[in-house]
Nanobody, 123 residues
């Protein structure tokens, strides 16, 4: 059974930083794309970032430069480093993975989802 387990969420003040982690189990994703989506209260789920096994990255245009996605293929783990957080960053952040090699921007393109971790940014 495939599982994606996120950690690292929490409450942070505006301007602070958080590093989210997502560990995969049940199969290896070392050759597959993984990434992050988020959903803020009352808003649509949106793409944050994705990364291929060769470390090629894609970011949402609105978030580029404000977060960094990385991965450790040996550990089947990805990370999302978020700096200078703003209250608009408050959301549930979900880890995703797909069987395919390439990254994608659509939620339907991902085959596996984690339960999500709450990030709350105080003003």
């Amino acid at each position: 059974q495939v599982q994606l387990v996120e950690s690292g969420g929490g409450l942070v003040q505006a301007g602070g930083s958080l590093r989210l982690s997502c560990a995969a189990s049940g199969r290896t994703f070392s050759s597959s794309a993984m990434g992050w989506f988020r959903q803020a209260p009352g808003k649509e789920r949106e793409f944050v970032a994705a990364i291929r096994s060769d470390l090629s990255r894609n970011y949402a245009a609105s978030l580029k430069g404000r977060c960094t996605i990385s991965r450790d293929n040996a550990k089947d783990t990805i990370y999302l480093q978020m700096n200078n957080l703003e209250p608009e960053g408050t959301a549930v952040y979900c880890c995703v993975a797909r069987r395919a090699y390439g990254t994608a921007y659509g939620a339907d393109d991902y085959d596996f989802w984690g339960q999500g971790t709450q990030v709350t940014v105080g003003s």
